[in-house]
């Protein structure tokens, strides 16, 4: 589960890029001194009033035959808020994209970006600059949208890429500003371009790209990011120049289970019970609204008007203490907890723990078509419970994911901790398009021999897996 937005990369994945000989079209190299780089705004020869945020991108022609009667005329612009574009619109894109109620994905809703803007999160204070694409067509209809962010910082995206901000410093260029394509502060997986489905769908996805790297010469940036794509979409930008990486999270999955116990019976001997122990230890063996004897605990799972103002103003302390203790900067806001709780409704699972009925910690869930995303966790200073934390976040999770009839739980990005508890590898993706052609020349092969890395790594993890042998021959993933 994702504490917060600022984390450090592994050291498996931290090398930096080899050198390399950067594109004559850019400046000579100062000389810098060495240091590490993770942010850097717009200095004296960039300034941010040289660019012109938002500009006109297009116009691009559809085609449904070779008969100039079938030729349309798509618009693409840029929407410095999401608010310029309608909820039904945006979200028609974000439901069509994925073709099922299924696969629905509450990170891509109006609901939820429009959360993260209007509360102080995603703008330009905290570096999050909105510059979200629009294709719309003759009669003004919206066709696709891509959330898009001009970014001076590479905190909050889980795709870490701190090693090649040092490469492009330490030739004397600037990396920041950069462009993102990502939900912004989670890692999870989802379309990132979002196109209705007519006639013109691929053409449109085509469009969309193509401004994109429009987009990017026009504001000259280094880079564009598309972070945590689908599949299908990783695969497809491959041919269009964009530079494929892959990464690892655990997730659950769910094998028609009827509780939890039949959950643990697929898993080994020694993993079975050991969980059986971590979740009685102490007497904490929890069943929904039930008391634990000894701790004077209570777990609760809130959903919709049942998450009251009280319960976003507890959660946001366990919030901050979790980022002020390990990370360092808390970029959601109070106010955010509370606007997705207004607006997603019961699309937000808050699971609590209670000691006389004061809340003592809490993990803040979303719920998609088939999955249950694991997004934050905390708990008061002082609390201090044996296992809580699996409990609140892995166990309770799993057990609302049977009841719900899930297909499998997103527990966040980290943490190998999780394999023994039933999460196990799956591959992430991301796309990379960077403009300089020696920089993407180094990137390239920085990446090449990081995936063989993670690759590696995933085989050695399932190797290790919780589950009986013939559980662990159904997990695939490439």
Not at 130 to 150: C, F, T
Not at 309 to 324: E, I, V
Not at 395 to 408: G, R, S, T
Request: include cysteine; aromatic fraction near 12%.
């Amino acid at each position: 589960m994702a504490a917060s937005p600022m984390l450090r990369p592994s050291l498996l994945l931290r090398s930096s890029p080899s050198p390399c000989n950067p594109s004559s079209t850019r400046t000579s190299p100062r000389n810098p001194s060495k240091c590490k780089v993770f942010a850097l705004f717009w200095g004296p020869k960039k300034n941010s009033g040289s660019r012109e945020l938002s500009p006109s991108l297009g116009p691009y022609t559809l085609t449904t035959s070779s008969s100039e009667v079938d030729m349309q005329q798509i618009s693409v612009s840029v929407a410095p808020s999401i608010l310029d574009i309608s909820s039904e619109d945006w979200d028609a894109c974000a439901i069509d994209v994925t073709g099922t109620e299924k696969h629905f994905n509450p990170f891509l809703t109006h609901a939820f970006l429009s959360s993260l803007e209007e509360t102080g999160c995603s703008t330009k204070e905290t570096g999050w600059i909105p510059q979200h694409i629009v294709a719309r067509d003759e009669n003004g209809n919206v066709l696709g949208v891509v959330p898009l962010y001009l970014k001076s910082h590479s905190y909050g995206e889980f795709v870490f890429d701190y090693s090649w901000a040092d490469a492009y410093y330490s030739y004397g260029y600037s990396y920041y500003p950069k462009l993102q394509c990502s939900v912004p502060f989670t890692p999870v997986t989802g379309h990132r371009i979002l196109v209705r489905d007519t006639v013109y769908k691929s053409q449109v996805f085509d469009a969309l790209v193509e401004a994109l790297k429009d987009l990017a010469a026009k504001l000259d940036v280094s880079s564009i990011h598309i972070t945590f794509p689908s599949e299908t979409e990783w695969c497809k930008l491959k041919d269009r120049g964009f530079l494929q990486r892959i990464g690892m999270q655990y997730h659950w999955k769910n094998r028609n289970y009827k509780s939890f116990d039949e959950f643990l019976m697929d898993m080994r001997q020694s993993k079975r019970k050991n969980i059986r122990l971590e979740r009685k230890k102490g007497m904490l063996f929890l069943v929904r609204f039930l008391r634990i004897s000894t701790q004077n605990l209570k777990m609760r799972r809130l959903r919709g008007t049942d998450i009251k103002a009280k319960h976003w103003d507890s959660f946001y302390s366990f919030y901050r203490n979790t980022t002020d203790n390990k990370w360092g900067r808390a970029f959601l806001t109070r106010d955010f907890f509370h606007n997705i709780g207004e607006k997603m409704g019961e699309k937000v699972m808050l699971i609590v723990a209670e000691e006389d009925e004061k809340l003592v910690a809490g993990a803040l869930n979303l719920i998609g078509g088939d999955t249950l995303f694991g997004r934050l966790w905390g708990c008061l200073p002082d609390a201090y419970y044996p296992n809580l934390h699996f409990e609140a976040c892995y166990y309770q999770a799993i057990e609302a994911a049977i009841e719900l009839n899930l297909n499998k739980v997103e527990a966040g990005a980290q943490g190998e901790h999780k394999i023994q508890r039933g999460y196990l590898p799956v591959t992430t993706y991301s796309c990379h398009y960077i403009l300089d052609e020696g920089f993407r020349k180094a990137i390239g092969g920085f990446l090449v021999n990081e995936t063989a890395q993670v690759k590696h790594v995933m085989e050695l993890l399932c190797e290790s897996g919780p589950f009986k042998e013939e559980i662990m021959k159904e997990h695939q993933f490439s």
